[in-house]
């Protein structure tokens, strides 16, 4: 994990912060904006949030760099995870058809994905729809696609690893999930994409207001 990666963990990690962005140049901090709710002031949240990552990581924020945003109660209502239903594959003469189901709440979308029948195709075709479903969440402005899929071990257990990239109001972002492989291979690929992408969603969510 990066630092900023193991940065923006421990701060979605604090109470009441429903999202995070950091701005690095250089190797310095220049914004950090974060999305929160109202439970506590904008000055006691960036105080928690510079206490934290002083404690933990030894890095010194000016309170200047932080920007809180304060979203009211009822619109944390709205489900900021996605959450995997189920999947299903059909096999016919031309290839493999697979549908990816996941919902956020009472919503739920499903994504499509054909393939030929060889093991690695149906394996990305796998992230793919997954990757498909999760965008019927998100605004137009906001995409993922998939990169890559890898199978790859882990201290003696396999593990499915997914990257896909983040396209959202301009800018570029890579992401990468991971799951360990149990007895359904094909859930793990499901799991890691949704490990790569459920990080990053609260403050998507947000914008994208889950719409019914």
Aim: aromatic letters at 6%.
């Amino acid at each position: 994990m990066s630092d900023v990666a193991a940065w923006k963990d421990l701060v979605c990690r604090l109470p009441g912060v429903l999202g995070v962005e950091f701005h690095v140049e250089e190797g310095r901090v220049t914004e950090l904006h974060v999305l929160s709710d109202q439970s506590r002031s904008p000055k006691q949240f960036a105080r928690d949030i510079q206490s934290a990552l002083l404690a933990k990581f030894h890095l010194e924020l000016d309170h200047r760099v932080i920007s809180v945003a304060q979203i009211p109660g009822g619109m944390q209502e709205r489900p900021a995870r996605l959450i995997f239903d189920h999947l299903s594959m059909a096999t016919s003469r031309d290839g493999v058809t697979v549908d990816v189901f996941l919902r956020a709440g009472e919503r739920s979308c499903t994504g499509h994905s054909h393939c030929d029948s060889s093991p690695a195709a149906r394996t990305r075709s796998i992230a793919e729809a997954s990757v498909a479903a999760i965008n019927q969440f998100l605004p137009d402005r906001c995409r993922f696609t998939l990169d890559d899929v890898r199978m790859s071990s882990l201290a003696g257990h396999e593990v499915a690893m997914v990257g896909v990239a983040l396209k959202a109001d301009g800018k570029n972002e890579a992401l990468l999930g991971a799951c360990y492989v149990g007895e359904e291979p094909n859930y793990a690929v499901v799991l890691a994409t949704l490990d790569a992408v459920n990080r990053r969603l609260p403050m998507l969510a947000v914008q994208a207001s889950f719409p019914n």
